[in-house]
C-alpha cells in the first residue's frame, strides 16, 4: 500500500542528540531529515506527535522463524537443548516456499513495526528450494523479505548468510542445512542477486554474514572479506557452551577470541550473542568498536546465557538489540529483559547505566546507536541528513500518564503491559496510527492462511 507522507513533523517533546526538546518541527525531504528545529510552531499540515523518539533498530532476525514461535515449547524424551530447538527449526523450515517466507516475513515486519522497530537488520541463510536446489534467481527468497519489507515500509538491511559447513573444522554439512548451502562464488552471485532484489526499497543496505565459525572455515571468511571490503559484517559468535567447546578444540581459541585474533574486527563487525566471553574477550570486544548484537528475548527462550553487559557497557562497549527468533517481538521488551537479566544475575538494579540517571534512556540510546552502526544505515536519531524513523508514544497510556522524558522511556521500557507505541513513521511515512499498522488487517490474514496450511 502507499503509505502517507509527510513533508514536515511536529513534536511536542522529543528526544534529540543533545537531549529532550519541546515543541519541535523537523522538515523531511526524500525520507530524510532536512532540518530539525526546538522551539518552533506547527504549519498547517504538518503531522502531529505528542512524545517522539528515534526508531529503534532490530539488529538480528531470522524473520521466517515468526512462524515456529511457541512450537519449540514440549519437552522430547532427551534433555531439550539449542541443538533439539534447532532440528525443530530445521524442519519446520523444510517446507517453507517464497510465498510462506514471504508471508511470515510481512508478519513480523509488522509487529515489528508496531513495537517500535523502525529498521529491520535481516540475518537471511534460507537461500535455496525444499531440495537444497538453487531457484532460478538465486536470491529468490532474499528479495522475498524484501518484498516484505517493502510491503510494510520497515527499512532493510539484509545481510545475506554464506553457509558452507555443518560445524567448525569443516564438517559436512547435515541434511537438514541443504537449503542454505553455498561456495563462494554462488555467495558472491547470490548477493549481487541480492542487491537487485533491494533495489526498489527506500535507502536500502546490503551487508554480508558468514553464518558462524561452524559454517566458514577460515580461507573461506578470508576470502569472502577481500571480494566484499565494505558493508556490514555479522556472524553468529558464542551463543552456547558446546560451539565454545568446540572452537576450543578445533582451534585453541574461543570464538570471539578467534575472530579477534584473526578477522580484523571492527566497527564494520557486529557479533550476535557473545553470551560466552571471558573477561580478557570482553575487554577487547569492547575496545575494537564491533557491535555485540544481543537477543535477550531468544537467549532466554534457548536457554544461551547471559551476556556480561555491565563489564562491557562499562569500558564503552557498543551494543544494540535484536528480536533472533522472533518468539516474540517487542522492541521494548528485549531492552526489558537485557536490563532484568543482568540484575537477577547480579542482584542489583539499574545494572547497565554507566552514569547516573534513567537506565531506559541509556539502554535505548546504546541500541540506537548499536543498531545504527549495525545497520550501515543512516539511522539512530532525530537529527538532518538521517532517515526520518520516529516513534510515537502515547502519553496517556497507563505506563506512562503523568510521567516526564526519561521516565516516560523508562515507563515503556520496564512498566508497560500493552506496548505503548502509538505512531511510526519510517522515512518520513507514516506506517502505524493509533498502535496499528496501516496495512496489519491485510497481512495478517495472508499470514494467518499460510499457517493454517503449516500447520495441518
Ligand atoms: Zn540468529
Same mark, same amino acid.
Given at each position: 500500500?502507499?503509505?502517507?507522507?509527510?513533508?514536515?513533523?511536529?513534536?511536542?517533546?522529543?528526544?534529540?542528540? @543533545? =537531549?529532550?526538546? *519541546?515543541?519541535? *518541527?523537523?522538515?523531511?525531504?526524500?525520507g530524510?531529515?532536512?532540518?530539525?528545529?526546538?522551539?518552533?510552531?506547527?504549519e498547517?499540515?504538518?503531522? +502531529?506527535?505528542?512524545?517522539?523518539?528515534?526508531?529503534?533498530?532490530n539488529?538480528?532476525?531470522?524473520?521466517?522463524?515468526?512462524?515456529?514461535?511457541?512450537l519449540?515449547?514440549r519437552?522430547?524424551?532427551?534433555?531439550?537443548?539449542?541443538?533439539?530447538w534447532?532440528?525443530?527449526?530445521?524442519?519446520?523450515?523444510?517446507?517453507?516456499?517464497?510465498?510462506?517466507?514471504?508471508?511470515?516475513?510481512?508478519q %513480523?515486519?509488522?509487529?515489528?513495526?508496531?513495537?517500535?522497530?523502525?529498521?529491520?537488520?535481516?540475518?537471511?541463510?534460507?537461500?535455496h528450494?525444499?531440495?537444497?536446489? #538453487?531457484?532460478?534467481?538465486?536470491?529468490?527468497m532474499?528479495?522475498r523479505? &524484501?518484498?516484505?519489507?517493502?510491503?510494510? !515500509?520497515?527499512?532493510?538491511?539484509?545481510? #545475506?548468510?554464506?553457509? *558452507?559447513?555443518?560445524?567448525?573444522?569443516?564438517?559436512?554439512?547435515?541434511?537438514?542445512?541443504r537449503?542454505?548451502?553455498?561456495?563462494?562464488?554462488?555467495f558472491?552471485?547470490?548477493?549481487?542477486?541480492?542487491? +537487485? %532484489?533491494?533495489? #526498489?526499497?527506500?535507502?536500502?543496505?546490503? @551487508?554480508?554474514?558468514?553464518?558462524?565459525?561452524?559454517?566458514?572455515? #577460515?580461507?573461506?571468511l578470508?576470502?569472502?572479506?577481500?571480494?566484499?571490503?565494505d558493508?556490514p559484517?555479522?556472524?553468529?559468535?558464542?551463543?552456547?557452551?558446546?560451539?565454545?567447546?568446540?572452537?576450543?578444540?578445533?582451534?585453541g581459541a574461543?570464538?570471539?577470541?578467534?575472530?579477534?585474533?584473526?578477522?580484523?574486527?571492527?566497527?564494520?563487525?557486529?557479533l550476535?550473542?557473545?553470551?560466552?566471553m571471558?573477561?580478557?574477550?570482553?575487554?577487547?570486544? /569492547?575496545?575494537?568498536?564491533?557491535?555485540?548484537g544481543?537477543?535477550?528475548?531468544?537467549?532466554?527462550?534457548?536457554?544461551?546465557?547471559i551476556?556480561?553487559?555491565?563489564?562491557?557497557?562499562?569500558?564503552? @562497549?557498543v551494543?544494540?538489540?535484536?528480536?533472533?527468533?522472533?518468539?516474540?517481538?517487542?522492541?521494548?521488551?528485549?531492552?526489558?529483559?537485557?536490563?532484568?537479566?543482568?540484575?537477577l544475575?547480579?542482584?542489583?538494579?539499574?545494572?547497565?547505566a554507566?552514569?547516573?540517571?534513567?537506565?531506559?534512556?541509556?539502554?535505548?540510546?546504546? &541500541?540506537?546507536? =548499536? !543498531?545504527?552502526?549495525?545497520?550501515g544505515? /543512516?539511522?539512530?536519531a532525530?537529527?538532518?541528513?538521517l532517515?526520518?524513523?520516529?516513534?510515537?508514544?502515547?502519553?496517556?497510556? /497507563?505506563?506512562?500518564?503523568?510521567?516526564?522524558?526519561?521516565?516516560?522511556?523508562?515507563?515503556?521500557?520496564f512498566?508497560a503491559? /500493552?506496548?505503548?507505541?502509538?505512531a511510526?513513521?519510517? =522515512?518520513?511515512?507514516?506506517v502505524?496510527?493509533? !498502535?496499528?499498522?496501516?496495512?496489519?488487517?491485510?497481512?495478517?490474514?495472508?499470514?494467518?492462511a499460510?499457517?493454517?496450511?503449516?500447520?495441518?
Open positions: 500500500m502507499a503509505f502517507p507522507t509527510a513533508q514536515a513533523l511536529f513534536f511536542e517533546r522529543a528526544l534529540l542528540p @543533545g =537531549g529532550w526538546a *519541546r515543541d519541535v *518541527r523537523a522538515r523531511v525531504d526524500r530524510a531529515f532536512a532540518s530539525v528545529a526546538a522551539g518552533a510552531r506547527p498547517p499540515g504538518d503531522l +502531529r506527535i505528542a512524545c517522539a523518539v528515534p526508531g529503534l533498530p539488529l538480528h532476525s531470522h524473520a521466517f522463524q515468526r512462524g515456529m514461535a511457541g519449540g515449547e519437552r522430547g524424551p532427551n534433555p531439550d537443548s539449542f541443538w533439539t534447532r532440528d525443530v527449526m530445521y524442519r519446520f523450515l523444510d517446507r517453507l516456499t517464497p510465498d510462506d517466507v514471504e508471508a511470515v516475513a510481512a %513480523a515486519c509488522v509487529e515489528m513495526l508496531e513495537s517500535g522497530f523502525t529498521t529491520l537488520c535481516e540475518f537471511h541463510y534460507l537461500h528450494d525444499a531440495d537444497g536446489r #538453487p531457484y532460478a534467481d538465486l536470491a529468490e532474499g528479495a523479505i &524484501a518484498a516484505a519489507a517493502q510491503a510494510t !515500509g520497515i527499512g532493510l538491511t539484509l545481510l #545475506p548468510s554464506l553457509y *558452507r559447513w555443518g560445524g567448525v573444522a569443516a564438517q559436512p554439512p547435515t541434511p537438514g542445512q537449503r542454505f548451502l553455498n561456495d563462494l562464488d554462488r558472491l552471485a547470490l548477493r549481487e542477486a541480492t542487491l +537487485r %532484489a533491494v533495489a #526498489p526499497l527506500e535507502a536500502p543496505c546490503v @551487508g554480508i554474514a558468514p553464518h558462524s565459525l561452524r559454517a566458514v572455515d #577460515p580461507a573461506l578470508r576470502d569472502l572479506l577481500n571480494a566484499v571490503p558493508g559484517v555479522h556472524i553468529h559468535a558464542a551463543e552456547q557452551t558446546k560451539e565454545v567447546e568446540d572452537c576450543l578444540a578445533w582451534s574461543r570464538p570471539v577470541q578467534w575472530l579477534l585474533d584473526h578477522a580484523g574486527v571492527d566497527a564494520r563487525w557486529c550476535i550473542h557473545c553470551t560466552h571471558t573477561a580478557d574477550e570482553t575487554t577487547r570486544l /569492547a575496545r575494537s568498536g564491533a557491535v555485540a544481543l537477543c535477550p528475548a531468544t537467549e532466554a527462550s534457548l536457554g544461551d546465557g551476556f556480561d553487559g555491565v563489564a562491557f557497557a562499562a569500558q564503552g @562497549g551494543y544494540g538489540v535484536g528480536s533472533d527468533s522472533n518468539v516474540v517481538v517487542d522492541a521494548g521488551q528485549e531492552l526489558r529483559l537485557l536490563e532484568l537479566s543482568q540484575r544475575r547480579d542482584r542489583t538494579r539499574n545494572a547497565l554507566t552514569r547516573e540517571g534513567s537506565t531506559g534512556r541509556q539502554t535505548f540510546e546504546a &541500541a540506537l546507536a =548499536g !543498531g545504527a552502526r549495525a545497520s544505515r /543512516a539511522i539512530g532525530i537529527a538532518p541528513g532517515r526520518a524513523d520516529v516513534v510515537g508514544l502515547a502519553p496517556e497510556h /497507563a505506563a506512562l500518564v503523568g510521567k516526564q522524558d526519561d521516565d516516560l522511556l523508562d515507563g515503556w521500557i512498566a503491559r /500493552a506496548s505503548p507505541v502509538d511510526v513513521i519510517v =522515512g518520513g511515512r507514516r502505524v496510527a493509533d !498502535g496499528r499498522h496501516l496495512d496489519a488487517e491485510a497481512i495478517a490474514s495472508r499470514f494467518a499460510t499457517m493454517r496450511r503449516l500447520l495441518a
